[in-house]
């Protein structure tokens, strides 16, 4: 079973990012996918959720309206875009996919800062 992130970086404020994880190794479409962070010193949260078949997604409010959780199944792959990005936003990105079992990929940087 892998999780792949990619796509983190150094923006400025008020710049965009699109995070990719890559799933492998299990059936993604069977299972609810999440991204969550954790910021230096802080507990690991959740960032957004996207159901099996897309039709439901939750997202924390500190991002409701700028970061946007999508994923296609054809190609077993989770996707996180990021708007007008805030240095509050700056912490390591972990993607997770959750059914019977639970896997975490190994996270990715993004950092906000001018």
């Known amino acids: 079973v892998q999780l792949v992130e990619s796509g983190g970086g150094l923006v400025q404020p008020g710049g965009s990012l699109r995070l990719s994880c890559a799933a492998s190794?299990?059936?993604?479409?069977?299972?609810?996918m999440n991204w969550y962070r954790q910021a230096p010193g802080k507990d690991r949260e959740l960032v957004a959720r996207?159901?099996?078949?897309?039709?439901?997604?939750y997202y924390a409010d500190s991002v409701k309206g700028r970061f946007t959780i999508s994923r296609d199944n054809a190609k077993n792959t989770v996707y996180l875009q990021m708007n007008s990005l805030k240095p509050d936003d700056t912490a390591v990105y972990y993607c997770?996919?959750?059914?019977?079992?639970?896997?975490w990929g190994q996270g990715t940087q993004v950092t906000v800062s001018s």
């Open positions: 996207i159901d099996i078949v897309s039709s439901s997604t």
């Open positions: 997770n996919a959750q059914n019977l079992y639970e896997y």
């Open positions: 190794g299990f059936i993604f479409s069977r299972y609810v």
